[in-house]
């Protein structure tokens, strides 16, 4: 993986304009930088290799795709052992509404985002997530998204 501080300031210039759309061409963003195609399309396949860019994806609606309702689910665990953790790994893999999972400090043990169509969606949902033997869950659904975004702030690092 390439270390942050050796991003260029055209690294990062085709990183800003590929997280705004991964759709541009080579020669757009060539010509936006300000360098040749060849050099550029060098850089973005660096920058691949190095694990810098790691995927190229659409961003959906969750509206549009009838799965309108965000919740965050805060799980504390009083096993913490390699089985478990493998097995709420898979539990939690073989959820396709859970998008993201974190193992995080404090007075929680992890912290996962979900998608779901509505309340019994999130029941059904439930359901699956305790298979892992959870020894407490909360959630708390989104009422108002006052900001999202998937772009990492270049520009200080």
């Known amino acids: 993986m ?20 991964a759709t541009l061409s080579v020669g757009d963003i060539a010509e936006r ?7 550029c399309w060098r850089r973005i396949q ?15 609606s969750q509206e549009e795709v009838n799965l309108p309702l965000t919740v965050y689910i805060s799980i504390r ?10 097995r709420f790994r898979k539990v939690v893999d073989d959820i396709p509404q859970v998008l ?3 193992r995080v400090s404090g007075d929680l043990d992890y912290l996962v985002k979900a998608v779901v169509t509505d309340m019994p969606g999130y029941d ?26 998937t772009r990492l702030p270049l520009s200080n690092t």
Do not use: C
Request: net charge positive; proline share 1%; no cysteine.
């Open 124 to 149: 059904q949902l439930y359901k699956s997530l305790i298979q892992a033997d959870l020894f407490d869950v909360s959630s708390s659904f989104v009422m108002e998204t006052m900001k999202h975004t």
């Open 100 to 102: 993201e999972v974190y």
């Open 46 to 60: 660096k920058l691949e290799q190095d694990g810098v860019i790691r995927d190229r994806v659409a961003l959906l």
């Open 33 to 39: 930088v300000g360098i040749s195609k060849s050099a």
């Open 77 to 86: 665990t009083n096993k913490h052992n390699d089985q478990w953790v493998k």
């Open 2 to 21: 390439a270390q942050p501080s050796r991003l260029t300031r055209q690294d990062k210039q085709i990183l800003e304009l590929l997280q705004r759309d």
